[in-house]
């Protein structure tokens, strides 16, 4: 390779270096952005804030839970808390929380199912001091058992408060709920009925991508840089030679003149013919509204916002 | 001919930067005088080195001893040109030019804009026959126009039928046609317009610091392009004076020019010859305007290199910006 040579490649690498330094300084910083989130998922998120509540994480006062069970649920649930960094509470009842003679036997606030359902739950939540962080981040899952004469009040509420709340609307809450009365409905045990809401409760807390979403963003990823580099190397190898710049009137000198424009009116003629008659209609559509986040937002008798939802089954 | 310094012997140049002649060497503006008025040389008359010189040059610099020299019966009698345009635009300036309009192409090979091969570049006073006319410029045809309206349940339609009479005389005054056989013909019509208000009378001093060329042709050899130039414009004027018809069809189309002058001139011509990988390509910058002809080349390595490194950055942006959104 001659001198010439040689300086030529130093040149050209030294432009291209140029060229490319901002889409290299981004590279980097998505490099390391991804190392920290790389490392902070290898080695464990932020840690638990809150030591004011207590360490059991299961209630069973409705006894539906064999002690072996409830060992096992706490152990689940206390690796899943660290994996979304909320907490995860589940409390069974077996009482009644319907009608007069329990609004007074219990002092609720209400006649109505849903309602104390929801205040059992809130409070239960609020009381214990539940909650991974500042926020109180994190689940309770209600579940009463209670049957009678009058018939079966079984069903479950989801309390969410925190992070849980901001993320769980109240599609995701009615699939938490779902995931639980399924194995019930189906014969299943209350254990893997528990089970099964800590799962879904951590899958729904995670990337909260549904798999379609995945896909099109690969898809994304394998299409758009193809078209912006093959249009980048469209647009800049089209070379134009020049372009003509002088107009009809270029080189017309003062010297013109118009002897003759006239525009001559000869005859016209007129056609007519009958409209056909077209109907037409319109149509209009509608459109949904979707939440993200937040479901059955209110706020529990100790002033803390919760959102949740519950179902009888 | 050579124009020399009356302070330091040097050869002198006309300059774009000083308006006028100057002394390279010893930096005197006007300081020129005419030396070596001899006819049909061969050689050098300052350094006697041999000289090549082409069938048409005019001016042309001696490859010994850098002196630009005029050749006296190339500039004189039936070759003396009318008017001149002088170069607005000097070497460094157009070396400028040539930057500015080109760095934005990415995949230009290294060296294209480099000091070196941009030096190389020479200016050359082109031969052309500026052509004046007069042409008559006679139309007629049937123009129809269409107007429609609804009323009630009926649909009219209404079509008148006009006779368009026109009856023009349009003047062209120094229609521009290249008298050199080396240029190319469609670049150097690329070249116009020219400002002619810049015009001046013909100096063969202005020439030193250039090449140069008699014509070529003679001006009625080269009166038919300027004719088809003509016609073109002719027609257009035509067509623009004939406004509102949803239809025109011509029964007659007459342009008959009469030429009234043609005048040989010499047009400022940059010329930049870029040679890669075995190809010449040619750049030709307007003298005065600075209007820029040519392509630029595409070295294949660079558009490899480019085009798979911004696919390739994209590509990881999008998928680490995948990851870091999904697993924050």
Redesign the interface.
């Known amino acids: 390779m001659s001198v010439e040579e040689f300086n ?1 490649k130093k ?2 690498r030294k ?2 270096l140029k ?2 330094r901002g ?2 300084v ?2 980097a910083i ?2 390391v ?2 190392g920290v ?2 490392a902070r ?1 290898l080695f464990g998120k932020g840690e638990r804030t809150n030591d004011e509540a207590p360490d059991e994480r299961v209630f069973d006062y409705a006894d539906v839970l064999t002690d072996e069970e409830e060992e096992k649920l706490t152990k689940l649930i206390a690796k899943s808390e660290k994996k979304i960094q909320a907490d995860i509470v589940l409390v069974t009842i077996d009482k009644s929380v319907e009608g007069d003679e329990a609004k007074e036997k219990y002092g609720y606030r209400s006649y109505y199912w849903d309602a104390n359902m929801q205040d059992i739950a809130d409070d239960f939540y609020d009381e214990n001091m539940f909650g991974y962080d500042e926020e109180y981040s994190g689940a309770l899952l209600l579940m009463n058992w209670y049957e009678d004469e009058e018939g079966s009040q079984r069903g479950a509420h989801l309390s969410t408060c925190g992070k849980v709340m901001d993320k769980f609307s109240t599609r995701k809450i009615d699939q938490v709920i779902d995931s639980v009365a399924n194995v019930i409905l189906s014969g299943g045990s209350p254990y893997k009925a528990y089970k099964a809401y800590v799962n879904k409760t951590v899958s729904l807390m995670g ?1 909260g ?1 549904p798999p379609y979403a ?1 896909f099109l ?2 898809l ?3 299409i ?3 078209i ?3 249009s ?2 469209a647009v ?2 089209i ?8 107009s ?28 056909p008659r077209n109907t037409t209609s319109t149509g209009g559509g509608g459109g949904g509204v979707r939440s993200s986040g937040g479901g059955g937002r209110h706020i529990s008798s100790s002033g803390r916002v919760h959102g949740g939802g519950s179902r009888r089954f | 001919m050579i124009f020399k310094c009356k302070n330091c012997g040097g050869n002198t140049v006309y300059s774009p930067e000083h308006e006028g002649m100057f002394c390279p060497y010893c930096e005197s503006e006007k300081s020129h005088e005419r030396k070596h008025d001899l006819y049909n040389i061969t050689h050098c008359p300052d350094c006697s080195g041999e000289l090549e010189i082409g069938e048409y040059t005019s001016a042309l610099q001696c490859p010994y001893c850098s002196n630009y020299i005029i050749l006296n019966e190339r500039v004189e009698g039936e070759f003396t040109p009318k008017k001149m345009i002088p170069f607005k635009y000097s070497k460094n300036m157009v070396k400028q030019l040539m930057r500015d309009n080109f760095k ?4 230009a090979p ?2 294209f804009l480099s000091e070196v091969r941009l030096n190389s570049m020479t200016g050359e006073y082109v031969p052309f026959w500026l052509y ?1 006319y ?1 042409a008559r410029c006679v139309y007629r045809g ?2 129809t126009k269409t107007r429609s309206w ?1 009323s009630g ?23 521009p046609v290249d008298a050199s056989i080396a240029m190319p013909d469609h ?1 150097m ?2 070249m ?2 020219y400002n002619y208000d810049y015009m001046v009378d013909f100096v063969p001093e202005f020439m030193s610091g250039f090449n140069g060329q008699k014509y070529n042709m003679s001006v009625d050899t080269l009166e038919k392009r300027a004719i088809e ?2 016609r ?2 002719a027609d ?2 035509l067509r ?2 004939i406004n509102g018809y949803s239809q025109v069809v011509a029964t007659d189309r007459q342009v008959t020019p009469k030429r009234t002058d043609g005048k040989f001139c010499l047009l400022p011509v940059w010329k930049y010859i870029y040679k890669y990988k075995g190809e010449e390509y040619p750049f030709y910058i307007n003298g005065q305007t600075g ?6 080349p ?1 070295s294949k390595a ?2 490899k ?20 959104v ?3």
Do not use: Q
Not at chain 1, 239 to 246: A, L
Not at chain 2, 104 to 107: A, G, L, P, Y
């Open positions: 030529a040149e050209a432009h291209y060229y490319f889409w290299f981004v590279v998505m490099l952005l991804s989130v790389f998922n990337i991508l995945i963003f690969l994304a990823a394998a758009i840089p193809i912006v580099a093959s980048f190397v800049k190898s070379s134009k030679e020049g372009s003509v710049t002088t009809s009137h270029t080189y017309v000198s003062e010297r013109s003149s118009n002897n003759i424009i006239r525009d001559e009116f000869v005859r016209k003629n007129v056609t007519s013919r009958r409209i | 934005s192409r990415v995949f290294t060296d004046d007069d049937e123009g609804s349940e009926m649909h009219y339609t209404e079509t008148s039928y006009y006779n368009i009479i026109r009856d023009m005389n349009v003047g062209y005054s120094d229609i670049i019509d690329l116009e317009p130039k003509l073109s414009s257009t004027i623009n004076s209007k820029i002809i040519g392509k630029a595409v660079k558009v290199a480019y085009g798979f490194t911004l696919w390739a950055s994209l590509t990881a942006i999008i998928l680490m910006a995948g990851y870091i999904t697993n924050f």
